[in-house]
């Protein structure tokens, strides 16, 4: 604790007078840090030199005090009001699955049509083997099913991938394969992508340091035009 407050105090100082420094130690989940985070980090390790990165990737929301984190990345809506925030994107979920795949079985036209189709699901997260679609009623879960449910949606996502299967992730995930076209997109004028806001979070002080500052700064400006984003006009699904 001594030492943070060493290091912040060199921040205080720096605030005026020189770039950021210090450490900051940053919890982020899996795919955040492989699909976005990880690739920006050698324009911002150039940008913030006397910056050293402490990262603990993790699924698991931490006590940012407990764990002395200095700013977490956090998706979906923000259950604790102790924390600070500030919003740099947003997430949908995405269907999709590889050319190979869909020469193979077909496209789905229709959401009923994929009780035809290997439908490839997380476990451990309620409500993955039923996915939304909008209809005249409202939103309504269809049921899906296939050979392979896994814990892990870089696992799966590898899956669909090699043409195991369909699958719905974040665009976060499957953004890059889908404008590559190693992944098609299907049922887009129906599908709910249900989405979700990104935040960093950070536990709220009289002056937030420079070093802290100076990551949620990079974060809004390299995330806030969602660049996993791919272009899905409605009614466009192939």
């Known amino acids: 604790r001594i030492v943070g407050e060493i290091a912040d105090a060199e921040s205080d100082v720096m605030r005026f007078g020189g770039a950021p420094r210090g450490r900051v130690r940053m919890s982020v989940g899996t795919a955040f840090a492989t699909y976005a985070l990880v690739p920006a980090l050698p324009e ?7 910056i050293t990165l402490d990262l603990v990737v993790s699924e698991y929301a931490i006590d940012l005090v407990e764990a002395g984190i200095d700013l977490a990345i956090r998706v979906g809506p923000l259950g604790d009001v102790n924390l600070a925030a500030r919003r740099i994107g947003d997430l949908e979920r995405v269907i999709s699955a590889a050319p190979a795949y869909l020469e193979k079985y077909g496209v789905p036209r229709k959401p009923e049509d994929l009780a035809r189709h290997n439908c490839l699901t997380l476990t451990g997260i309620a409500g993955q083997a039923e996915w939304p679609f909008r209809g005249s009623g409202g939103v309504r879960p269809v049921a899906v099913k296939g050979n392979i449910t896994v814990n892990n949606a870089e696992t799966m996502y590898e899956l669909a991938l090699l043409g195991l299967g369909v699958i719905r992730l974040s665009d976060i995930i499957v953004g890059s394969a889908i404008r590559s076209g190693r992944l098609v997109p299907i049922l887009l004028d129906a599908h709910q992508p249900e989405p979700l806001p990104l935040h960093a979070v950070y536990t709220p002080t009289r002056r937030r340091p420079p070093k802290v500052d100076a990551v949620i700064q990079f974060l809004v400006e ?17």
């Open 44 to 50: 911002f390790m150039a940008r913030y030199p006397e």
């Open 222 to 238: 390299k995330f806030a035009s969602v660049p996993w984003r791919f272009p899905h006009p409605v009614g466009k699904s192939p």
